[in-house]
């Protein structure tokens, strides 16, 4: 499929984050009802009125739709043909409390490659996306990674796994380490903003553990379309799982590489 005949797709996956957009501005303005999915994994019924909305708009364009969506169908195989992935509310303990980091993500895959990906924050009216091979944009602006090419002058963002009590792998040491030794490391709440703020130059690189594809698939489009690079921890490929994501300008992706290996 060229760039050209994926537009009707990109359209409508615009179409669909705005929806998504404006239920999460107006249920601002009322009472969160906050629901447990596990100890740190909440669900309000934003996220779910949101999902519905998403998915009503992509199956009204293409009926015959797969979906990867995060509170209907998350054991979706994303690898095999043509797949939509969904995070209508990425960010969902920050919404819940009112701390202004969310967005809606929608990806677009066929046999394992991400096509093209959205990713709209309705609180700033920032919407990023990027199709293979034709770039990466902010509100319609193209962007690029950052031109930092020292780790010590760097900012970075990573997160925490839901199953951090439960699981030994916290990435609490890594944070830790990177702290010392860079400008900075942001935990914003919203793997898919720091992923965008990587692609347009707000971050020098990001990196997270045991997240799920709908959190980083489009996010990692934009960064490598606006010239980073994207990979697994170790600098060999990224799989689009989750599992393990790091994502940087480029200039700096080796030596942070080496960095996190040195103080897992
Ligand atoms: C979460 C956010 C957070 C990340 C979590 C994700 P959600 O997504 O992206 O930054 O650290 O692991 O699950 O649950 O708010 O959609
Ligand atoms: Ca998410
Ligand atoms: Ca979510």
């Known amino acids: 499929m060229s760039p050209d005949d994926l537009q009707p797709a990109l359209d409508t996956a615009r179409r669909a984050v705005a ?13 969160r009802r906050v629901m447990h999915k596990s100890r740190f994994d909440l669900l309000t019924e934003v996220d779910q009125r949101c ?16 979906f990867l969506a995060e509170e209907s169908s998350p054991g979706t195989d994303r690898d095999q043909g043509e797949v939509w992935l969904v ?21 677009l895959r066929r046999d394992g490659e991400t096509l093209l990906g959205v990713v709209y924050d309705a609180l700033r009216d920032e919407r990023f996306e990027a199709v293979r091979g034709r770039g990466a944009s902010l509100n319609g602006k193209p962007i690029r990674v950052s031109r930092t090419a020292e780790l010590g002058r760097s900012l970075l963002a990573t997160g925490f796994p839901y199953d951090r009590c439960e699981q030994p792998e916290t990435n609490l040491e890594r944070f830790s380490a990177l702290t010392m030794r860079t400008q900075g490391v942001r935990r914003g709440g919203s793997a898919s903003l720091d992923l965008c703020y990587t692609a347009c130059g707000r971050l020098d690189g990001y990196w997270e553990l045991r997240i799920f594809p709908w959190d980083v698939v489009a996010g990692a489009l934009l960064v490598e379309e606006a010239g980073g690079k994207v990979s697994d921890l170790a600098g060999g490929p990224f799989d689009g799982s989750g599992a393990q994501t790091l994502a940087t300008n480029g200039l700096i992706h080796t030596a942070l590489v080496d960095a996190l290996a040195g103080s897992a």
């Open 19 to 31: 929806a998504a957009g404006r239920i999460q501005l107006a249920g601002l303005e009322s009472e």
């Open 87 to 107: 995070d209508p509310l990425d960010g969902t303990t920050n919404y819940a409390r009112g701390y202004p980091a969310w967005c809606t993500t929608v990806a």
């Open 51 to 66: 999902e519905e909305a998403v998915l009503g708009i992509l199956r009204e364009a293409y009926p015959q739709a797969v």
